[in-house]
């Protein structure tokens, strides 16, 4: 009966050591790859899932795609298309929106005018889904000035900007607020 005990005693200790020493193999990797000296994070690219408005030359409006930071440019690409590309330092100016998206359709819109009393209502309040639209204006080899927009999850579009300028782009407006009717009214006059 000592000698079963003593079995499980020590296969339970040599997991234990094993499980240890795979934790302290796993921290030493993962500490190794911070500490090299960022000259990977510095060339690494950053791949954000987006839908292609409008704008960029070779790509279609309305698709999903890839948008990628690679070395000095910025690409858009379909899966299974050519890739369409602008150099980061080309950038003019780039604009961080958000906007909302009503989803699930004709099913939502029957279901929210099935619902008695005015139920609809509150099921419109769920039934939205928050986007970040990212407006790029840019300059091509030829001088001329281009613009596209591209809808990303909310969130991502203040990174996308912040990782551009960190990269060469410029913004000509420093701030990105609206102005409002009566500002632009008193302006005109």
Not at 37 to 57: C, K, M, P, W, Y
Not at 137 to 162: C, M, P, S, W
């Amino acid at each position: 009966m000592n000698s079963i005990k003593t079995i499980k005693t020590r296969t339970k200790s040599q997991k234990l050591l094993c499980t240890a020493a795979f934790l302290i193999l796993l921290t030493g990797t993962i500490s190794a790859a911070f500490a090299k000296d960022g000259t990977a994070a510095a060339n690494s690219q950053v791949s954000i899932r987006a839908t292609h408005l409008l704008g960029f030359e070779k790509a279609k409006d309305n698709s999903t795609g890839t948008l990628t930071i690679a070395g000095d440019a910025l690409e858009f690409q379909k899966i299974g298309k050519p890739v369409s590309q602008v150099r980061i330092e080309s950038i003019q100016d780039i604009s961080v929106g958000d906007q909302s998206k009503q989803v699930g359709g004709l099913p939502m819109t029957l279901g929210k005018a099935a619902v008695p009393f005015g139920g609809g209502r509150a099921v419109s309040l769920f039934a939205h889904k928050k986007y970040d639209t990212v407006t790029l204006e840019y300059q091509d080899a030829q001088g001329g000035v281009h613009g596209a927009i591209f809808q990303l999850n909310k969130g991502q579009g203040e990174t996308l900007r912040d990782d551009l300028l960190a990269k060469g782009a410029r913004v000509t407006n420093g701030d990105n607020t609206k102005q409002s009717a009566a500002e632009v009214s008193s302006e005109n006059k």
